[in-house]
């Protein structure tokens, strides 16, 4: 398994950015599907954003393309989530993922996330209005 700390949440007023950061360590296979999910208060995790590390195809929630970016600093072992134009309904907590994947299994990261096997222990995220 790979180990993951979140960190970088906080508090924002809506219209608002904050960026998340992954540290990764423990990598053994050459392709993995990384990505960022969430918990609302009352709702079930969903996904946010994935990328693929072997082509850094990316992939997003409806919810918030346009306003997400998922990145990753190879050379940190280092996943992203810059977020802007912040909403109350982004509030949460944030949770980032891997998993030892095919290029397939990541484009469907969110109905997916069952099988992730790593996951950090979250970053809370609360956006005020």
């Known amino acids: 398994q790979v180990q993951l700390v979140e960190s970088g949440g906080g508090s924002v007023q809506a219209g608002g950015s904050l960026r998340l950061s992954c540290a990764a360590s423990?990598?053994?296979?050459?392709?993995?599907?990384v990505g960022w999910f969430r918990r609302a208060p009352g709702k079930e995790r969903e996904g946010v954003a994935a990328?693929?590390?072997?082509?850094?195809?990316?992939f997003y929630a409806d919810s918030v393309k346009g306003r997400f970016t998922i990145s990753r600093d190879n050379a940190k072992n280092t996943l992203y989530l810059q977020m802007n134009s912040l909403n109350p309904e982004d509030t949460g907590m944030y949770y980032c993922?891997?998993?030892?994947?095919?290029?397939?299994?990541?484009?469907?990261?969110?109905?997916?996330?069952?099988?992730?096997?790593?996951w950090g222990q979250g970053t809370q995220v609360t956006v005020s209005s």
């Open positions: 993922a891997a998993q030892a994947s095919t290029y397939g299994f990541c484009i469907s990261f969110s109905r997916r996330q069952a099988d992730f096997d790593s």
């Open positions: 423990g990598y053994t296979y050459s392709h993995y599907c």
């Open positions: 990328i693929y590390t072997t082509n850094s195809t990316t």
